[in-house]
């Protein structure tokens, strides 16, 4: 059965997940928007408390595991359920034991993906590439929020970056990703106040522009993305 596991590619794994979860949800369950599964969530999570933080960091660690697709509505639940500034700090949280629960999951248990790699010239010359540039390499992965976490995790997890590092780096990385999608949260709960969700709605855009900008001055700067002969 181990052995079995180690074969699964993780990347095929996380696309067939995401496909049945579409199907089944469009077909079962066509009356549930995005929107509306992330208020059903807040609202069964708040009649835990403080224990649905709890809660919370375990549903982060099982989908990132298994390749459960829901990291940023999460993000967005914990804005909705603690406000901008605990819900930043809780999904930032939820995003350290969801870089954990994936590297574990696609180093130790699903190996399928670095076996796939090592198949193939090109993506080995490139995870080899990644893991040489470092530290600024794995900020900008991180930085680029509108990438879904778990690829960003797949991506991270298949070079030979320490798993210490990992997570220093994306408790860094991910801020203004968490701090945007947490502001989005607690603006859908403040939609009869225009100021407030405007100013909650404001952040993202602000936090998004100066990304792309530092994201694209440093890729110039540092050669990032360029061919090599």
């Known amino acids: 059965m181990f052995i079995l596991l180690k074969k699964i590619n993780p990347l095929i794994l996380l696309i067939v997940v995401s496909i049945l979860l579409f199907i089944v949800r469009k077909l079962l369950f066509p009356e549930y928007s995005d929107i509306t599964l992330i ?30 697709p829901i990291i940023i509505p999460l993000n967005i639940v914990c804005g909705a359920l603690f406000g901008p500034v605990l819900g930043s700090f809780v999904s930032l949280a939820g995003v350290m034991v969801s870089c954990l629960a994936s590297t574990i999951s696609v180093r130790y248990v699903f190996r399928g ?49 320490k798993l210490h590092r990992l997570l220093l780096l994306t408790l860094f990385g991910a801020m203004p990703g968490v701090i945007s ?19 909650y709605l404001l952040v993202p855009l602000v936090l998004l522009a100066a990304v792309s900008v530092f994201i694209n001055v440093t ?4 050669g990032i993305g360029r061919s090599e002969d």
């Open 39 to 68: 208020n059903i969530m807040e609202e069964l999570l708040s009649t835990f408390g403080m224990m649905s933080i709890v809660y919370l960091l375990a549903l982060y660690f099982f989908c990132s595991f298994f390749y459960i």
């Open 113 to 161: 993906m670095g076996e796939f790699a090592m198949r193939h010239r090109d993506v080995k010359k490139f995870l080899n590439q990644f893991s040489r540039s470092g530290t600024i390499v794995v900020l900008i992965v991180r930085l680029a929020f509108i990438v879904p976490y778990l690829l960003q995790n797949i991506i991270l997890a298949m070079t030979n970056i």
């Open 181 to 199: 999608y947490s502001f989005l949260g607690a603006g859908m709960v403040s939609l009869d106040d225009a100021r407030t969700y405007g100013f």
């Open 219 to 222: 890729q110039k700067q540092m």
